[in-house]
């Protein structure tokens, strides 16, 4: 993957992990405003997901970049995006696929002892397009 930068979130927390990582899915938006986008079609998705915290858990991570990789792959890589049930209410438009991703992994943090805040996630839909995430009041 190639590196890239991407705009930062000023933050006050001690350790700052960003990993980069990407998958390939499907998906369509079923309104006549999307245009083409009503049609099924795919994208590789590059995601770039920021996570701060003051406590390293018990072996010295913030997260282990692995179980970040796997909490996105297994559930989205090689799949039609619409069939996810967090899209059952709502378009999977990628504003929509990064505030998902962002509640996956931060479901997962809240599980974890040394409780990280996930503080931004990006989600890269081509070359050129990318939407970036950030929730209200967690960057403190």
Do not use: W
Not at 110 to 139: A, H, L
């Amino acid at each position: 993957m190639m590196q890239q930068f991407y705009p930062s979130v000023p933050h006050s927390y001690s350790f700052e992990l960003n990993k980069d990582m990407h998958f390939s899915a499907a998906h369509y938006i079923p309104a006549d405003e999307a245009g083409k986008c009503a049609e099924m079609h795919g994208h590789t998705y590059h995601l770039n997901i920021t996570i701060a915290g003051d406590q390293l858990n018990g072996i010295g991570f913030l997260i282990d970049f692995k179980q970040l990789k796997d909490l996105i792959h297994k559930r989205y890589d090689h799949s039609v995006l619409n069939d996810h049930p967090e899209f059952t209410e709502t378009f999977p438009t990628t504003e929509q696929l990064a505030q998902q991703v962002h509640k996956l992994i931060q479901d997962a943090l809240d599980r974890s002892e040394n409780q990280p805040k996930c503080i931004q996630v990006i989600v890269r839909e081509t070359p050129t397009s990318y939407v970036i995430y950030r929730p209200k009041g967690v960057s403190s």
